[in-house]
């Protein structure tokens, strides 16, 4: 079975114009002593905004391996796929991302329930997991409340994972299970019983994303409280450690975290963590490269800059179209986005300042940074004279794409 290594990020772009600058950077990772693993990732949400394949994401990564002469291992991640999309990725990816998350609350079978809680008897009582300071209180009515919860969602990855493997004809590949597109996050205690059911079904794991603790919009900051996170984010890894010990789970399983870029407030925590117990991580990041691609446009002026505004100002338009599908990722205060007279107005610097992610930079705006971030259908529909633009400013796109994944991510996270 294919392994993935102790880090990796998932990188990609909503164009495949920047597989070289992301690579770039994680080559940069490399010689700064730290082996980062690509993972090309991309969902089907995104290849249908912009009318893409999944061999185009294996494409775009081949091309980059190649041109870069990269001889490390690489993946291609077929990002949050169910039984109903699944078939598209299956020839070209070697990563598949199994979200399960609208499957979250359907109770299964009474008779599925009843055996899987009677599965758990050991753990009634105190749990105790090492290294946690204080045990879990399981009973039965616990275990029920988590049973009605994921029994059928871990069902379901079952039934994925089997397909996958039977349709591929091995089992040569990266499973990921992801939960985090949901309301609530799962607690530690629920994620040890959710591996328990992981196990169960026989699914080799590799990567976990559940819901963590927060705010985890896309393209900006972390929004919420750091220290309850970090709580949170250690008792997963003790927990994680544990469950593969106790239920024969893969031992490189390691957390994955969506919508992992720009997240700069958890970063030393999440370096302090893993560091502690040595642990790997799986950091998903595509989302940003879309908005470095948008900053080197407006850096690279003219008519590229004139693209760049343009995208803002049909995206102030079409604002509550965009952001219906993120509703649950994104928060914009329209009252604190830029009028598109204004933005008309600006220099080159001052919209990439306003759009480019340092925080505390006195033009710095979240709410137009996310507004972009879901505005990529904008630029989809600009067609080739959108592509063209890269093509004909791709020297200073490439740059903003591997300094932002090269000093803003990979050095905060990994304390190169
Ligand atoms: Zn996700």
């Known amino acids: 079975m294919k392994k993935i290594g102790k880090y990796s990020f998932g990188i990609g772009d909503r164009f495949a114009h920047q597989g070289n600058a992301q690579l770039r950077a994680l080559t940069k990772a490399q010689k700064g002593g730290i082996e980062v693993t690509p993972v090309w990732n991309k969902s089907n949400r995104e290849h249908m905004y912009v009318h893409s394949n999944p061999s185009d994401t294996r494409n775009e990564a081949d091309q980059a391996v190649k041109a870069l002469g990269y001889k490390g291992e690489y993946c291609v991640d077929a990002d949050h796929i169910n039984l109903g999309n699944v078939e598209g990725f299956i020839s070209s990816s070697d990563f598949f991302t199994i979200d399960v998350a609208s499957k979250i609350g359907i109770p299964a079978s009474a008779e599925d329930t009843a055996s899987f809680i009677a599965s758990c008897a050991a753990y009634i009582g105190e749990l105790n997991i090492p290294a946690i300071a204080h045990p879990f209180h399981v009973n039965d009515a616990l275990l029920k409340t988590i049973a009605d919860k994921f029994l059928t969602a871990i069902n ?83 927990v994680i450690d544990y469950a593969v010990k106790t239920f024969g789970l893969m031992d490189n399983l390691k957390l994955s975290v969506h919508s992992g870029s720009d997240k700069f407030s958890i970063y030393p925590e999440i370096q302090r963590i893993i560091t502690k117990y040595d642990k790997g991580i799986h950091v998903k990041t595509a989302g940003t490269t879309w ?85 990529y259908k904008i630029a989809s529909e600009m067609g080739t004279y959108y592509t063209d633009l890269l093509k004909a400013n791709s020297e200073v796109i490439g740059q903003c794409v591997e300094e932002n994944l090269y000093d803003r991510h990979l050095k905060r996270l990994f304390n190169i």
């Open 291 to 375: 908005l470095e691609e948008v900053i080197g446009l407006a850096v690279s002026g003219g008519e590229a800059l004139k693209a760049a505004k343009a995208i803002y100002s049909q995206a102030l338009t079409r604002k509550d179209e965009l952001c219906a599908p993120y509703a649950d990722v994104i928060d914009i205060h329209t009252e604190q986005l830029p009028s598109p007279e204004e933005v008309e107005s600006w220099s080159s610097e001052k919209f990439a300042n306003t759009l480019r992610h340092i925080p505390g930079h006195p033009d710095y705006n979240a709410n137009l940074r996310q507004l972009i971030h879901v505005g």
């Open 156 to 238: 379901e990855a079952g039934k994925i994972y089997r397909y996958i493997s039977e349709h591929k004809g091995s089992d040569d590949f990266i499973t990921e299970i992801s939960m985090d597109e949901v309301e609530s996050p799962q607690s530690p205690v629920e994620l040890f019983f959710i591996l328990k059911m992981i196990a169960g079904q026989g699914i080799p794991a590799q990567t976990i994303a559940p819901k963590f603790t927060g705010r985890f919009n896309k393209g900006v900051d972390y929004v919420g409280d750091v220290a309850m996170f970090a709580k949170e984010f250690e008792e997963d890894i003790l």
